[in-house]
């Protein structure tokens, strides 16, 4: 008997409930970006990024949305409660970004590129503690490649 098929829905539903509180929670309305994030700086492949953090519940489900533009190395870091397979997507988000999802050591498990207002879910490879969404091409324009470190972190708040 071939049990993949049962082990891969299992996995995937445990996935989807984890992933539940980026993207199945009621999404805001208001059409206005996040301001007054904490902000944090983090170093990766030569290069300083300023970060707004969203280390709650709510600054977590807005994410990005609704913002049109960011500077270079600029980005948001997401705090999440609990390591896990989180997992992103693009609901009014009208930029193209790229996310880098780290473990608990800031190691990169897993590198996505993301199209603006695109709902395609993308997970982390591994259990992830944190991810970090920067403009499209991001990582890879700056060699920045699973297995790296993002250093910065242990400064990061601690999630609500």
Partial sequence: MNTQPTTFAAFLLGASLLAAPLSSQAQPADGKPQTGLPKI???TGGQTISADVAATEESRQKGLMFRTKMAKNEGMLFVFT?????AMWMRNTPINLSVAYMDDQGKILSIHEM???????????????YALEMNAA??????????????????APKPK
């Fill in 41 to 43: 700086t983090l170093t």
């Fill in 82 to 86: 609990q390591l896990g397979y989180h």
């Fill in 115 to 129: 199209e603006a207002f695109n709902e395609t879910s993308h997970q982390a490879a591994g259990p992830a503690r």
């Fill in 138 to 155: 991001w990582f890879s324009q700056h060699k920045v490649k699973v297995g790296d470190r993002i250093g910065g972190l242990e400064k």
